[in-house]
């Protein structure tokens, strides 16, 4: 088999490449190998109830499959460069937002029109959290909502299958060199390109760390983000989300100079499990559908842990925390922060005493048998904080859910193309290491495919 492209990953870097390549390359063959299923087929086990943890199913539904680890995500789309990773270190910061606006366009025209785009530009709430220590980013984002998302998905494929060649249910094992171009091997068959991009997102992290090391490409690895997701009632935040929807704010702790930052906000959403290599961690989703929408909002709270050298295993050790909570929990565990100031574990009767109705079905338990202090501390200090800018965050009744990890990929020695040491090899998106994004993951392939397509970029 012999192609001009393939893209190995359908996330939202993979995709966006295809649908690039097709607009501006139509003679161009290209084929997409995914590791999981077409987006009507994944599905996840796991529904709190009857299975309330991970029964490692071969493909993880949730981060794998047409759409990526996105597919299921609350589609939210920021554009800026002050987070969702490094991508203008690249490409220069009014390139990136460029690719970012029109990766919004493409949504728009696919089933997102109509959406909202929230920004904090001339917001007064920068100045409020400036008087109280604390930092508001600038951005706009696009908020599709998981429902929509799902909807934009279906209509790109639609658009694609047709003229791109899908692979599913086929991971790629290794990637050869060929005297022109590369060859892709996977279990029962083997294909050739003259461009390769690879795409595999943060379930493909310790996959690309073996393809560098076999083609000899340079990487290096050093920080994981860890922390809890906070719900509290919807009301405590409204004044935030009706008009930012998203607010990504910073707070530098008096203890240790830590950087603890809200992440994932899911106004008047639910709590959810999250699979990571069969470990079970928490995240949020909201929902656009009005009839979805539940009386909390949810957040995580994320302290940046960077490591120095020698030590490399920066996502082993995130891995640990949260193989710690699934012993003492079976999954996620789920703490009052009363409790957890009074130094005693939750129970069942004190959350069903309490004024939040959890969204998350999680095991009661002590968060600080489980996340180191040093940690533990920064995200205290952080729900004072939010105290002064949102009173009730500090309530006896917030929830934490834990824990919440944000594994980084070690990040790949790339040019200003995304080109590896290799001419014609790609490698973008999350399992680059350059992105942690929607917008910063479907830019990068937009970026990529202009090249294979000989615009100058
Ligand atoms: C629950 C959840 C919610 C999120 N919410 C948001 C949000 O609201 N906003 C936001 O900006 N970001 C969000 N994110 C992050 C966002 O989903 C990622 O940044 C984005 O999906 C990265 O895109 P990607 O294409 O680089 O990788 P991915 O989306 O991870 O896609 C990579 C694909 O490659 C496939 N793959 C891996 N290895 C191989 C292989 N060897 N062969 C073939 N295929 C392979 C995988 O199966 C996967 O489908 C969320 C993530 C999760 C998990």
Known sequence: MKYDVIIIGAGPGGIFSAYELMKKCPDKEV???EAGYPLEKRHCPIDGVKIKSCVHCETCAIMSGFGGAGAFSDGKYNITNDFGGTLYEYIGKDKALELMRY????????????????????????????????????????HLGTDINYIVLEHLFAELKDRVEFFFH????????????FKVIYKDGEAECEDCIVSVGRSGSKWMSRICEELDIDTRSNRVDLGVRVELPAVIFSHLTDKL????????????????????????????????NGIVTVNGHSFEGEDKKTENTNFALLVAKH??????????YGESIARLSNMLGGGVIVQRFGDLERGRRSNQKRIDEGTIRPTLAATPGDLSLVLPKRIMDGIIEMIYALDKIAPGTANDDTLL?????????????????????????????????????????????????????????
């Open 307 to 316: 490591f120095s050298e020698p030590f490399k295993a920066s996502n082993e």
């Open 401 to 457: 859910y834990g824990v919440e990890v944000k594994f980084y990929n070690m990040e790949v020695k790339l040019n200003d193309r995304l080109e590896t040491n290799y001419k014609g090899l790609y490698v973008i998106g999350d399992g680059s290491g350059v992105t942690h994004s929607l917008s910063h993951a479907s830019a990068s392939g937009i970026y990529v495919a202009r090249q294979i397509a000989g615009e100058s970029v």
């Open 170 to 181: 086929t991971p790629i094992d290794r990637i050869e060199k060929l005297d022109h171009g």
């Open 245 to 276: 929807y998203e607010s990504k704010i910073v707070y530098r702790t008096e203890k240790f100079e830590d950087q603890v930052r809200t992440f994932c906000m899911n106004p008047n959403g639910i709590v959810v499990n999250e699979n990571t």
């Open 31 to 33: 084929a997409v190998f």
């Open 103 to 142: 990766v919004d366009e493409i949504n728009l025209s696919h089933g997102g029109e109509g959406t909202r785009m929230y920004s904090t530009s001339g917001s007064e709430f920068k100045k409020l959290c400036i008087q109280n220590k604390l930092t508001l980013l600038d951005a706009s984002v696009r």
